[in-house]
């Protein structure tokens, strides 16, 4: 599964994660590409200039949208506690088909195929149905805003474009998803998990914790499967300040021919998705050689197949059926590899923390004294915002950091980078990058972070997380997260099982620091 391109991680090749002879991942010649399918910015009720946004996807991404909050037919019209909300809402909501033409035309000039790909998307709010984001493959794509999810698929047929369900874990009614009112015609995706939460069960971790509500049972992602829909499963930021892809609040991956709209397109309605957190988790998972994401005929015989590649420490995998976890597979405990002179490892670099309301820029360099880094992939964060509340228009920051790794070498790379501190004590705000490398034990990592100066030998590293402020207590500081031997970052497991009983499979990734994958699933039917 090693990785062979000593570049920025964008793209990713299949290749990388090893052979699947029977498989239609190596048959297809497929890659994994990284992107973000809902983002908001101030083209409507967010913050950040979308434009902004879209130099900042750039710097991480493969592909990505804006996303405009565009209309809620059955929104409550309540005039005195919800008052506030209506309102923001429906000056959003005109500011948004206002720059519709000019968000479409500006997408059409950040669109290069084989480097980045962007989609225009907008968002209709509802009540009984739940909210749904469409996007569109051509960039040419129209506002269709009427009262009824019956008549939105109508008039969206024959359009490329795709009706999304998301934070559908909150309550049916509530603008949670409502089963009853499911388009598969227009519907190979679902959003499992933002920066709302997760909604793969109610069970599931990352509860739902803004105001919308808790999370129940029959919204999520497994009771529509249970109800015997086929879909495949992303995650998507959510993210209300501008900033596609922003760490840790959700992203997709894809496994397409190439990296231009109609091969991403082909791929997202063949459901050759999964959904992440944060990381950019290699998965590929198959039965009797078909992958992820495929309807089949149901046989007895299965041969299931699952591979990860991940960039800390492996947790578990879990294997699901219907619903229910038949098999777990245990990863390496960290400290309990065995350390040789010459190791093949990943380390990841973190910076931020310090006072909550001040944004430091960092220009650092991140060197290595011995051996040769092989790459080095970006985990950046735009800021944390969600919805505005009553005094929104006071405290508006309209500025988008845009993140750049540059000048990457075998022996190093800078960085130029943006953060405040966190939030609160569950919320993070820091930015990272993972490197990949392979060095002599006693070879050193050397930072120089705004003029300060750190050092470990990788053998301290395979010991210990290490931590400096940068210019004392209670200031920004950097983290460098314990050391992971390669083989604690790949997983691979192929197991037989004889069952006629028709049913669903999908994987599930855990890794040691909270950041997960879903492949989508396999449904064999009845």
């Known amino acids: 599964m090693k990785m062979t391109r000593r570049t920025l991680l964008k793209g990713a090749a299949v290749a990388a994660m090893g052979s699947f002879p029977r498989s239609s991942y190596a048959e297809e010649r497929l890659n994994i590409y990284w992107g973000d399918l809902h983002c908001h910015s101030n083209l409507s009720y967010g913050e950040g200039d979308p434009e902004e946004g879209?130099?900042?996807?750039?710097?991480?991404?493969?592909?990505?949208?804006?996303?405009?909050?565009?209309?809620?037919?059955?929104?409550?019209?309540?005039?005195?506690?919800?008052?506030?909300?209506?309102?923001?809402?429906?000056?959003g909501f005109a500011k948004a088909r206002r720059g519709w033409p000019g968000l479409q035309q500006m997408m059409k000039r950040y669109q290069v195929e084989g480097k980045f790909i962007p989609f225009v998307s907008y968002e209709w709010h509802n009540m009984k149905y739940g909210d749904r984001t469409i996007v569109y493959r051509d960039l040419d794509g129209a506002l269709v805003l009427p009262d009824t999810l019956e008549e939105l698929t109508a008039r969206l047929k024959g359009r490329n474009a795709m009706i999304i369900p998301h934070h559908m874990g909150y309550q049916t009614g509530y603008r949670g998803m409502n089963w009853n009112y499911f388009t598969p015609e227009l519907t190979p995706l679902v959003e499992i998990s933002s920066k709302h939460g997760c909604s793969e069960t109610d069970y599931a971790p990352?509860?739902?914790?803004?105001?919308?509500?808790?999370?129940?049972?029959?919204?999520?992602?497994?009771a529509g499967l249970e109800r015997g829909y086929h879909f495949g499963f992303i995650a998507s930021s959510d993210n209300h300040s501008g900033f596609p892809g922003s760490y840790g609040e959700g992203r997709l991956a894809v496994y397409a021919k190439s990296l231009t709209a109609r091969d991403l397109w082909e791929a997202f309605y063949d459901r050759r998705t999964y959904a992440a957190t944060g990381d950019r988790i290699q998965l590929a998972f198959d039965i009797n050689g078909q992958a992820m994401g495929r309807l089949l005929p149901n046989v007895k015989e299965k041969e299931i197949s699952v591979r990860v590649h991940s960039e800390d420490f492996i947790e578990y995998v879990d294997i699901v059926r219907n619903g229910v976890t038949i098999r777990r597979?245990?990863?390496?405990?960290?400290?309990?590899?065995?350390?040789?002179?010459?190791?093949?490892?990943?380390?990841?670099?973190?910076?931020?923390?310090?006072?909550?309301?001040?944004?430091?820029?960092?220009?650092?360099?991140?060197?290595?004294?011995?051996?040769?880094?092989?790459?080095?992939t970006p985990y950046f964060r735009g800021q944390l915002l969600l919805a505005p509340r009553q005094d929104h228009e006071k405290d508006q920051k309209p500025f988008t950091p845009i993140h750049q790794i540059r000048n990457l070498t075998d022996r190093g790379f800078d960085f130029r980078s943006y953060s405040y501190g966190n939030?609160?004590?569950?919320?993070?705000?820091t930015c990272s990058a993972v490197v990949e490398a392979e060095m002599p034990i006693n070879g050193r990592v050397r930072l120089n972070l705004n003029g300060k100066r750190v050092s470990y030998a990788l053998a301290e590293l395979l010991e210990s997380t290490q931590a400096d402020f940068i210019r004392g207590w209670l200031s920004e500081a950097v983290q460098i997260h314990r050391a992971v031997p390669i083989e604690a970052c790949n997983l691979q497991h192929t197991f037989k099982e004889a069952t006629a009983d028709p049913a669903y499979y999908y994987a599930r990734v855990v890794q040691y620091n909270g950041q997960l994958a879903w492949s989508s699933p396999i449904r064999f039917r009845g």
């Open 206 to 222: 990352y509860p739902m914790l803004h105001d919308m509500g808790p999370r129940v049972g029959r919204s999520t992602a497994v």
């Open 54 to 91: 879209l130099k900042a996807a750039r710097e991480h991404l493969d592909f990505a949208t804006i996303t405009a909050h565009a209309a809620w037919p059955d929104m409550p019209e309540e005039k005195g506690r919800l008052g506030w909300v209506r309102d923001y809402h429906k000056t």
């Open 329 to 376: 597979l245990n990863g390496v405990f960290p400290g309990s590899t065995s350390r040789r002179e010459a190791m093949h490892v990943k380390f990841r670099v973190e910076w931020g923390w310090g006072e909550k309301a001040q944004m430091i820029t960092w220009n650092g360099e991140c060197r290595i004294s011995d051996g040769r880094i092989i790459q080095v």
């Open 423 to 429: 939030p609160n004590t569950r919320t993070p705000a």
